[in-house]
C-alpha cells in the first residue's frame, strides 16, 4: 500500500485547522465573560471611590485626593497594599474552612452578573428562571461567612458568621416573595422578559407604580442582604471586633470587602431591572421621539448601558447615603422587622398580585 505524502499533509493540515477553530472557539466564548468581569471590577473601583466622597462630604471632610486625580485611584491602591500584605492563618483554626470561605462569597456573587440586562440584547445568559438563580446563588454567600467564622477558632468570628446566617434566612424570604410579585406581572422569571415587559407602556409602565409596598420590602431587604448600615450586624465594630473577618489579612481580606461591594452592586442592578424598567429611557415620552430604544449597534447598546447604569448609581447613592445617616440596630430590632413586618407586607402584596391577576383573567 502506498500512501502519498501530500495527503498526509493535508490531512494534518486540515485537523490542525480544526484545532484551531476549536481554541478560537473556546477563547471567544471566554472574551464576554472578561470583559464583564473587567467592567464589574471597575465599577467596583468607581462604588469604592463615590462612598469614600460622599462620606467624606455628609462628614464635612476633604476625603481621598492623593492617589491620582481626585483620589480616584486611592482604591487600587488600597487593593494593591493588600495583595502584598501577608497572609495570616490561625494557628488551630481550620485551615481549608477559612481558606475557601472568601472565594465562596466572591464566586457565588459573580456569578449573578450572568442574567443581568445591561441593555436590548445585551446579557451574558438569558435564564428561563433568571431572577431564582439569583437568589439561589446568593444565598451561598452565607455559607462562606459561615464557614469563615467557624474556620477562625474565634468566638467574635463565629458570632460573627451566626449572625449573617440568621440575618440571610430573614431577609431572604421577603425579598423572594417581591420576586414573585414581579414575575406574577410580568409572567417571566427571565430577566429579559421582566424588563420586555415593563418596556410595553413606557415611563408608568415601571413595576414602581404597580408594586409600590413590594418596592419598598425589597429595597430594605436587599440593603440587609449586603449587610451595610444600618444592618452590618454581622461585623459590628463595636461589639465583634470586625465580625467574620477579625482573623483575615491580606488578599483574604481583600475579598470579603470586594464582596460587600459586588453585592451591593447586583443588588442595586436588581432593582434597576425588576422595578425600573431596566434600560428603558425614565424621562416620559423621550424614547417615542428619539427612538432610543430601537437603536441597534455600538450606539444602542451604549446607550442602553449608560442608562441602566445611571439608575443603579443612583440607588447606591441612596444606600450610602444611608449607611451614614441611620444608626445600627440592635439584632432584635433586626429580627423583629424581618420576620415581624416585612414577611406579612411581602405576603400581602403577593396576595394582592396574585388576586388583581385572577381577576384580570
Sequence with gaps: MIIDTTEV????????????????????????????????????LAIVWL????????QQRIGPEYAGPFGILQALADGTKLLFKENLIPSRGDIRLFSIGPSISVISILISYLVIPF??????????????????????????????GYGSNNKYSFLGGLRAAAQS??????????????????????????????????????????????????????????????FDLPEAEEELVAGYQTEYSGIRFGLFYVASYLNLFISSLFVTVLYLGGSNIFIPYISEVFEINKTYGVFGTT???????????????????????????????????????????????????????????
Aim: proline fraction near 4%.
Design 9 to 44: 499533509q493535508d490531512i494534518n493540515s486540515f485537523s490542525g485547522l480544526e484545532s484551531f477553530k476549536e481554541v478560537y472557539g473556546i477563547l471567544w466564548i471566554l472574551v464576554p465573560i472578561l470583559i464583564l468581569v473587567l467592567g464589574i471590577t471597575i465599577s467596583v
Design 303 to 361: 446607550i442602553d448601558l449608560f442608562i441602566t447604569l445611571a439608575k443603579t448609581y443612583f440607588f447606591l447613592f441612596v444606600s450610602i447615603l444611608t449607611r451614614w445617616s441611620l444608626p445600627r440596630l440592635r439584632m432584635d430590632q433586626l429580627l423583629n422587622l424581618g420576620w415581624k413586618f416585612l414577611l406579612p407586607i411581602s405576603l400581602g402584596n403577593l396576595l394582592l398580585t396574585t388576586s388583581s391577576q385572577l381577576f384580570s383573567l
Design 51 to 58: 462612598e469614600r466622597e460622599i462620606s467624606a462630604g455628609i
Design 169 to 230: 434566612i430573614s431577609y431572604e424570604i421577603p425579598l423572594t416573595l417581591c420576586v414573585l410579585s414581579i414575575s406574577l406581572l410580568s409572567n417571566s422569571l427571565s430577566t429579559v422578559d421582566i424588563v420586555d415587559a415593563q418596556s410595553k407602556y413606557g415611563f408608568w409602565g415601571w413595576n414602581l407604580w404597580r408594586q409600590p409596598m413590594g418596592f419598598i420590602v425589597f429595597l430594605i431587604s436587599s440593603l440587609a442582604e449586603c449587610e451595610r448600615l444600618p
Design 119 to 148: 441593555g436590548y440584547n445585551f446579557v451574558l445568559s438569558d435564564f428561563n428562571i433568571g431572577v431564582f438563580l439569583w437568589i439561589a446563588v446568593s444565598s451561598i454567600a452565607p455559607i462562606g461567612l459561615l464557614m469563615s
